[in-house]
Nanobody, 122 residues
Framework: QVQLVESGGGLVQAGGSLRLSCAASGRTFSSYKVGWFRQAPGKEREFVARISWGGSSTFYADSVKCQFTISGDNAKNTVYLQMNSLKPENTAVYYC???????????????WGQGTQVTVSS
């Protein structure tokens, strides 16, 4: 069982930066994929970025490439999402999730955090 807790959200002006954290407890992220997702008001949840725990493999949604950076700290069992040059359209609840690759090569995210609100003012 994995418990995920996000932190680091808040209110920031356009152009500012935030760093979100996703801390895992219960077991390590070893062999998991850890992803960040977001859900804006009135919209469906969407993928933002993911990292392969223990490795350097990362993947980003086109909308956040060159703006967001995902990274991990093995010692702290924590994954980060550095968000720069924030825009009002980045406003959403951001969730982290952990999962494994299935036999069909899809990632099944079995564990989710409670989310952290990011609000970007214009």
């Amino acid at each position: 069982q994995v418990q995920l807790v996000e932190s680091g959200g808040g209110l920031v002006q356009a152009g500012g930066s935030l760093r979100l954290s996703c801390a895992a407890s219960g077991r390590t992220f070893s062999s998991y994929k850890v992803g960040w997702f977001r859900q804006a008001p009135g919209k469906e949840r969407e993928f933002v970025a993911r990292i392969s725990w223990g490795g350097s493999s990362t993947f980003y949604a086109d909308s956040v490439k060159c703006q967001f950076t995902i990274s991990g700290d093995n010692a702290k069992n924590t994954v980060y999402l550095q968000m720069n040059s924030l825009k009002p359209e980045n406003t959403a609840v951001y969730y982290c999730a952990a999962g494994r690759v299935t036999a069909t090569s899809r990632i099944e995210y079995a564990y989710w955090g409670q989310g952290t609100q990011v609000t970007v003012s214009s």
